[in-house]
Protein backbone atom coordinates (compact mmCIF):
# COMPACT_ATOMS: atom_id res chain seq x y z
CA UNK A 1 0.00 0.00 0.00
CA UNK A 2 1.73 3.50 -0.81
CA UNK A 3 2.18 5.93 1.60
CA UNK A 4 -0.60 8.41 0.35
CA UNK A 5 -3.79 5.11 0.82
CA UNK A 6 -1.84 4.90 4.35
CA UNK A 7 -2.61 8.31 4.85
CA UNK A 8 -6.30 8.70 3.58
CA UNK A 9 -7.10 5.22 5.25
CA UNK A 10 -6.08 7.27 8.51
CA UNK A 11 -8.14 9.85 7.53
CA UNK A 12 -10.82 8.53 6.94
CA UNK A 13 -10.87 6.07 10.31
CA UNK A 14 -13.93 6.07 12.38
CA UNK A 15 -12.28 8.40 14.69
CA UNK A 16 -12.10 10.83 12.56
CA UNK A 17 -14.84 10.90 11.24
CA UNK A 18 -16.93 10.22 14.53
CA UNK A 19 -14.73 13.85 15.81
CA UNK A 20 -15.86 15.57 11.88
CA UNK A 21 -19.20 14.75 12.41
CA UNK A 22 -19.36 15.47 16.29
CA UNK A 23 -18.08 19.27 15.15
CA UNK A 24 -20.62 19.80 11.98
CA UNK A 25 -23.67 18.72 13.38
CA UNK A 26 -22.92 21.19 17.13
CA UNK A 27 -21.77 24.33 14.48
CA UNK A 28 -23.63 24.18 11.30
CA UNK A 29 -26.65 27.09 13.52
CA UNK A 30 -23.41 29.46 12.99
CA UNK A 31 -24.58 29.72 8.71
CA UNK A 32 -28.27 28.27 8.77
CA UNK A 33 -31.02 29.30 9.14
CA UNK A 34 -32.70 27.39 12.60
CA UNK A 35 -36.17 27.41 11.04
CA UNK A 36 -34.73 25.54 7.94
CA UNK A 37 -36.19 22.00 8.03
CA UNK A 38 -33.62 21.16 5.94
CA UNK A 39 -30.22 22.14 4.26
CA UNK A 40 -28.39 22.17 0.94
CA UNK A 41 -24.67 21.28 1.27
CA UNK A 42 -21.98 21.27 -1.26
CA UNK A 43 -21.08 17.52 -1.30
CA UNK A 44 -17.49 18.57 -1.74
CA UNK A 45 -15.37 20.44 1.46
CA UNK A 46 -12.31 21.89 -0.18
CA UNK A 47 -9.29 21.99 1.61
CA UNK A 48 -8.35 25.71 3.23
CA UNK A 49 -4.63 25.94 1.89
CA UNK A 50 -4.21 28.69 4.56
CA UNK A 51 -0.94 30.24 5.60
CA UNK A 52 0.10 32.54 8.36
CA UNK A 53 -0.32 35.49 6.45
CA UNK A 54 -4.21 34.52 6.30
CA UNK A 55 -4.27 34.32 9.90
CA UNK A 56 -2.22 37.63 10.76
CA UNK A 57 -3.41 39.73 8.24
CA UNK A 58 -7.07 39.59 9.40
CA UNK A 59 -6.14 39.19 13.33
CA UNK A 60 -6.54 42.70 14.94
CA UNK A 61 -4.53 43.88 17.77
CA UNK A 62 -7.03 43.66 20.57
CA UNK A 63 -7.73 39.60 19.54
CA UNK A 64 -4.18 38.62 20.13
CA UNK A 65 -5.31 38.09 24.04
CA UNK A 66 -8.04 36.34 22.90
CA UNK A 67 -6.19 33.94 20.58
CA UNK A 68 -3.26 33.64 22.57
CA UNK A 69 -4.19 29.47 23.74
CA UNK A 70 -5.14 28.54 20.19
CA UNK A 71 -2.67 26.56 18.72
CA UNK A 72 -2.39 28.38 15.32
CA UNK A 73 0.67 27.10 13.76
CA UNK A 74 -0.61 23.70 14.22
CA UNK A 75 -4.11 24.50 12.28
CA UNK A 76 -2.13 26.00 9.84
CA UNK A 77 -0.47 23.07 9.40
CA UNK A 78 -2.66 20.64 9.21
CA UNK A 79 -4.21 22.27 6.33
CA UNK A 80 -0.83 22.16 4.40
CA UNK A 81 -0.24 18.31 5.83
CA UNK A 82 -3.33 17.10 4.55
CA UNK A 83 -4.44 19.05 0.93
CA UNK A 84 -7.46 15.92 -0.12
CA UNK A 85 -11.00 17.69 0.20
CA UNK A 86 -13.69 15.79 2.03
CA UNK A 87 -16.86 14.26 0.75
CA UNK A 88 -19.72 15.48 3.20
CA UNK A 89 -22.45 13.17 1.66
CA UNK A 90 -20.21 10.09 3.62
CA UNK A 91 -21.21 11.88 7.14
CA UNK A 92 -24.17 11.84 8.97
CA UNK A 93 -24.69 15.23 8.91
CA UNK A 94 -28.16 17.00 10.88
CA UNK A 95 -30.34 18.13 8.12
CA UNK A 96 -27.97 18.37 5.56
CA UNK A 97 -29.20 17.33 2.01
CA UNK A 98 -25.35 17.07 0.27
CA UNK A 99 -26.09 17.64 -3.92
CA UNK A 100 -23.62 18.41 -6.51
CA UNK A 101 -25.24 21.36 -7.72
CA UNK A 102 -26.70 24.52 -6.07
CA UNK A 103 -30.58 24.27 -6.07
CA UNK A 104 -31.70 27.17 -8.63
CA UNK A 105 -32.90 29.62 -5.85
CA UNK A 106 -31.04 31.13 -3.18
CA UNK A 107 -30.94 34.46 -1.71
CA UNK A 108 -28.41 36.48 -3.13
CA UNK A 109 -29.79 35.79 -6.67
CA UNK A 110 -33.46 36.58 -5.94
CA UNK A 111 -32.80 40.29 -6.57
CA UNK A 112 -32.87 39.31 -10.35
CA UNK A 113 -35.97 41.27 -11.96
CA UNK A 114 -37.39 41.45 -15.26
CA UNK A 115 -40.65 42.78 -17.04
CA UNK A 116 -42.76 40.97 -18.96
CA UNK A 117 -45.74 41.94 -20.50
CA UNK A 118 -49.11 41.53 -19.19
CA UNK A 119 -50.44 38.80 -21.70
CA UNK A 120 -47.03 36.29 -20.83
CA UNK A 121 -47.86 32.73 -20.61
CA UNK A 122 -47.99 30.88 -16.81
CA UNK A 123 -45.66 28.65 -18.21
CA UNK A 124 -43.32 31.23 -19.13
CA UNK A 125 -43.25 33.04 -15.72
CA UNK A 126 -42.46 30.08 -14.21
CA UNK A 127 -39.17 29.12 -16.52
CA UNK A 128 -38.00 32.46 -15.44
CA UNK A 129 -38.90 31.71 -11.78
CA UNK A 130 -36.54 28.14 -12.17
CA UNK A 131 -33.57 30.33 -13.62
CA UNK A 132 -34.02 32.58 -10.31
CA UNK A 133 -35.23 35.31 -12.14
CA UNK A 134 -38.21 37.32 -10.17
CA UNK A 135 -40.64 38.30 -13.43
CA UNK A 136 -43.52 40.11 -13.34
CA UNK A 137 -45.93 40.90 -15.95
CA UNK A 138 -47.05 44.81 -16.40
CA UNK A 139 -50.38 46.14 -18.38
CA UNK A 140 -48.29 49.15 -19.40
CA UNK A 141 -45.13 51.57 -19.01
CA UNK A 142 -43.91 52.30 -15.80
CA UNK A 143 -42.20 55.71 -14.49
CA UNK A 144 -39.34 54.92 -12.69
CA UNK A 145 -41.58 55.08 -9.26
CA UNK A 146 -43.94 52.84 -10.12
CA UNK A 147 -41.63 50.52 -11.60
CA UNK A 148 -39.36 50.53 -8.49
CA UNK A 149 -42.68 50.17 -6.76
CA UNK A 150 -43.75 47.00 -8.45
CA UNK A 151 -40.10 45.71 -8.51
CA UNK A 152 -40.11 45.90 -4.36
CA UNK A 153 -43.80 43.79 -4.42
CA UNK A 154 -42.01 41.56 -6.86
CA UNK A 155 -38.79 40.39 -4.52
CA UNK A 156 -40.73 40.63 -1.18
CA UNK A 157 -43.60 37.90 -2.94
CA UNK A 158 -41.13 35.91 -4.21
CA UNK A 159 -39.43 35.87 -0.93
CA UNK A 160 -42.63 35.39 1.16
CA UNK A 161 -43.76 32.23 -1.58
CA UNK A 162 -39.89 30.52 -1.60
CA UNK A 163 -39.37 28.07 1.06
CA UNK A 164 -36.95 29.12 3.51
CA UNK A 165 -34.79 25.48 2.19
CA UNK A 166 -34.56 27.07 -1.07
CA UNK A 167 -33.00 30.36 -0.60
CA UNK A 168 -29.51 29.25 0.80
CA UNK A 169 -26.75 26.87 -0.95
CA UNK A 170 -24.02 26.19 1.98
CA UNK A 171 -20.32 24.89 1.32
CA UNK A 172 -18.36 23.93 4.50
CA UNK A 173 -14.42 23.21 4.30
CA UNK A 174 -12.39 20.69 5.09
CA UNK A 175 -11.82 21.02 8.83
CA UNK A 176 -8.22 21.60 10.25
CA UNK A 177 -7.43 20.42 13.81
CA UNK A 178 -4.82 20.72 16.04
CA UNK A 179 -2.69 18.06 17.40
CA UNK A 180 -4.25 17.38 20.14
CA UNK A 181 -7.90 17.38 18.52
CA UNK A 182 -9.21 20.00 20.86
CA UNK A 183 -9.43 23.02 18.46
CA UNK A 184 -11.05 23.41 14.58
CA UNK A 185 -10.69 25.88 12.11
CA UNK A 186 -13.49 26.05 9.20
CA UNK A 187 -14.86 27.87 6.44
CA UNK A 188 -18.73 28.17 6.85
CA UNK A 189 -20.28 29.67 3.86
CA UNK A 190 -23.70 30.75 2.62
CA UNK A 191 -25.35 31.90 0.02
CA UNK A 192 -23.52 35.16 -0.71
CA UNK A 193 -21.65 35.29 2.74
CA UNK A 194 -19.40 33.43 4.92
CA UNK A 195 -16.20 33.33 7.53
CA UNK A 196 -13.64 31.54 9.17
CA UNK A 197 -14.20 29.66 12.44
CA UNK A 198 -12.01 28.63 15.35
CA UNK A 199 -13.83 26.30 17.46
CA UNK A 200 -12.75 24.73 20.99
CA UNK A 201 -13.91 20.95 22.08
CA UNK A 202 -14.94 22.11 25.76
CA UNK A 203 -16.69 19.26 27.86
CA UNK A 204 -17.80 17.49 24.87
CA UNK A 205 -19.37 20.45 23.19
CA UNK A 206 -17.28 22.56 19.84
CA UNK A 207 -17.72 26.31 21.02
CA UNK A 208 -17.03 29.21 19.11
CA UNK A 209 -13.38 30.51 19.85
CA UNK A 210 -13.09 33.20 17.06
CA UNK A 211 -14.48 34.67 13.65
CA UNK A 212 -12.66 36.35 11.57
CA UNK A 213 -11.99 36.68 7.36
CA UNK A 214 -15.49 37.33 6.98
CA UNK A 215 -17.09 38.04 3.14
CA UNK A 216 -20.50 39.31 1.77
CA UNK A 217 -21.96 39.49 -1.84
Known amino acids: ?75 IAATKLDTTSINWSRYHLIKARCVLKPPVRYSYSVKMTKVMPFNTPDSTMQGLRNKSIIAFRVKQPLSDR ?50 LYIFKLTDGHWVKVYKFRCWVV
Not at 10 to 20: K, V, Y
Not at 167 to 174: L, R, T
Open 146 to 195: QFNKATEKAIERYEKETPIEDKNFYSFSKPAFSKNRQYALIALNGSGSGC
Open 1 to 75: MLLLDVFKAFAQAPPTDTLITGLINSIYLERVNPAAKFYYLDEKGENLGLDKYDIDHYTFIEDKELLKNVPIDEL
